[in-house]
């Protein structure tokens, strides 16, 4: 058995792992880095990337053989720079072995055992598989297989009508497939409504049929025809399954109770600076029990690093965290929705609208259906809700707004390239404002002496 000492041991190479593995070397701290699996994640292998990618394939009319390839290559292109060979070249010790705590200041993995000054858990979530009478017995396909099928299915079922299971029942839907979404609640169910009934109502206007109120009861069948009864007794019959209700903590392998930390319904129990309930571990990203996104991993990593590497005081916040739906509308939010909003601030809240059939950029593409909500208080936005084209870049501005505390009126005094789609928040800002310049009498009677004054 080998030994090593190290100031940080990071489990898992995907999004957050490798951040922190990168940033921390390239500041003069020993790393070993442990991945038993794939380097980059679900991320780059069977999330975010190929997703995307057959997003953008099934957008653009390919064939479904040029739609995998597509993804393939998207992968293949991004792989270099999450891989072994380019960690160790930054000087990261990496072992492509998975990692088990045997004490609460070291780790085993393979035949070597791995103390760390601190540890950090990147071991992200893999596809919830609900236990629903008979699923276990019926081939079915997470996010982990669907872009490895040699031919399209004929008709998809999905089960699970958030973010993950729309993208893909838009993607397949575009690629020739009938597709049947059945969710047991709602529909986007964690998304303003206001704005999900227009991601919906497009994606029905293509074909795709999505069951809301339908738990699922039982599943039955084989490839090639399946059957899912829910709850009220309906029956929905397809030829694939493909399972997206949500995601699972990645902490089985790690033997968490050796090291004294305390896990949660939904993960690693953190407090405000990402560290578990042992000081010298810490956990980032998806196992941390949050927000389960890529880009909350990397902020977890920018949080973390200031602490273990120079000592400072570092918390993690969630308000200015953006997260998008990538269908066509994109939907995106960040912050506080308008019913979280009334909640919390009641009359103090103002809500600033607008359409995108008022952008002439919007109009001279023929992408003019969306809407944009800002939630004000104060003068300061809450929280950011759009549908539409490049909804998911848009909110990126408000993303900043939030983190650094911008007053509306800043937002208002931008200057947006016209015509873009940029201007759409430009307006919102301008919307906010707008009845305090042309509905104020006040207003108006004092540029009415100043007028009179002028010269």
């Not at 930054?90 to 601190?118: C, H, K, M, P, W």
């Not at 019913?339 to 103002?350: C, M, N, P, S, V």
């Not at 950011?384 to 983190?403: D, F, H, K, R």
């Amino acid at each position: 058995m080998k030994r090593i000492k190290t100031d940080i041991c990071v489990i898992g190479g995907g999004s957050g792992g490798l951040s922190v593995a990168a940033g921390a070397v390239q500041m003069g701290a020993s790393v070993v880095l442990l991945e038993g699996h794939k380097m980059g994640g679900d991320c780059l292998n069977y999330g975010c990337v190929p997703s995307k990618a057959l997003l953008h394939a099934g957008h653009k009319g390919m064939d479904w053989k040029a739609a995998h390839d597509h993804v393939r290559a998207t992968i293949a292109t991004i792989e270099p720079h999450d891989s072994v060979e380019r960690f160790q070249e930054l000087g990261v010790n990496v072992i492509t072995e998975y990692g088990s705590f045997i004490s609460r200041s070291e780790v085993q993995a393979g035949d070597t055992i791995i103390e760390a000054r601190r540890f950090v858990i990147s071991t992200g979530s893999s596809p919830f598989v609900p236990p629903i009478p008979g699923l276990d017995q019926v081939p079915h396909l997470t996010n982990e297989q669907i872009f490895d099928l040699d031919d399209h299915p004929k008709h998809l079922l999905i089960i699970g009508a958030g973010p993950i299971g729309l993208e893909m029942a838009q993607a397949h839907r575009r690629l020739g497939c009938e597709v049947t979404v059945i969710e047991g609640a709602k529909a986007l169910g964690r998304d303003d409504p206001e704005m999900a009934v227009q991601v919906l109502d497009a994606l029905r206007a293509e074909g795709i049929k999505i069951e809301e109120e339908a738990l699922a009861a039982e599943v039955r069948g084989d490839v090639g025809a399946i059957e899912v009864e829910v709850k009220d007794g309906r029956i929905f019959k397809g030829t694939h399954l493909l399972v997206a209700v949500g995601r699972k903590a990645n902490i089985d392998k790690l033997d968490l109770d050796k090291a004294d930390v305390e896990v949660t319904r939904v993960g690693i129990k953190v407090d405000a600076g990402l560290r578990s309930t042992n000081r010298k571990i810490y956990a980032i990203g998806d196992v941390a029990g949050g927000l389960q996104f890529t880009h909350v991993a990397g902020y977890h990593a920018g949080v973390i690093i200031r602490s273990m590497l120079f000592g400072l005081p570092s918390k993690a916040k969630t308000s200015h965290i953006p997260w998008a739906t990538y269908t066509a509308p994109e939907m995106a939010q960040v912050g506080l929705t308008e019913a979280q909003a009334k909640d919390i601030h009641g009359e103090r809240l103002e809500v600033a609208r607008f359409d995108f059939a008022g952008n002439d950029r919007a109009l001279a593409t023929q992408q003019a259906k969306g809407l944009i909500k800002v939630m004000v208080v104060k003068g300061r936005p809450v929280g950011v809700s759009i549908v539409g084209p490049q909804a998911g870049e848009m909110i990126t501005l408000w993303s900043l707004a939030m983190a650094n505390n911008l007053k509306m009126s800043q937002i208002a005094a931008m200057i947006a390239p016209y015509p873009t789609m940029a201007e759409v928040s430009k307006r919102a800002a301008g919307a906010y404002f707008s009845p305090r310049l042309f509905d104020n009498p006040k207003v108006k009677q004092v540029v009415g002496m100043v007028q009179r004054w002028l010269p």
